[in-house]
Nanobody, 123 residues
Framework: QVQLVESGGGLVQAGGSLRLSCAAS????????MGWFRQAPGKERECVAR????????YYADSVKGRFTISRDYAKNTVYLQMNSLKPEDTAVYYC????????????????WGKGTLVTVSS
């Protein structure tokens, strides 16, 4: 059974840092695009960052560029999201995603999703 399991969310003060992890199991994701979406209450799910199978040319949403870094560990079948200088507007449920094709910024048709981890940034 294929699973994406997120961890690392929690409560942090503004200006703080968190590192999210997404552990994949059930298959190898070496050839997959992997990334992170987030969804705040009352808002649409948005793509925060994604990384290609090669690890090159990562994408970041403008709202997190320069503060978040996505990376992947092929040996551990894991993708990370390092989040620095967190702001209250970063508060959301963060979801890990994986697909064989680059999804751009859309959440439609993505093959695999995690169940999400909550990040709360207090002011």
């Amino acid at each position: 059974q294929v699973q994406l399991v997120e961890s690392g969310g929690g409560l942090v003060q503004a200006g703080g840092s968190l590192r999210l992890s997404c552990a994949a199991s059930g298959r190898t994701f070496v050839s997959y695009v992997m990334g992170w979406f987030r969804q705040a209450p009352g808002k649409e799910r948005e793509c925060v960052a994604r990384i290609s199978w090669s690890g090159g040319n990562p994408y970041y949403a403008d709202s997190v560029k320069g503060r978040f870094t996505i990376s992947r560990d092929y040996a551990k079948n894991t993708v990370y999201l390092q989040m620095n200088s967190l702001k209250p507007e970063d508060t959301a449920v963060y979801y890990c995603a994986a697909d064989l094709t680059d999804w751009g910024t859309s959440s439609d048709g993505i093959e695999y999703w995690g169940k999400g981890t909550l990040v709360t940034v207090s002011s």
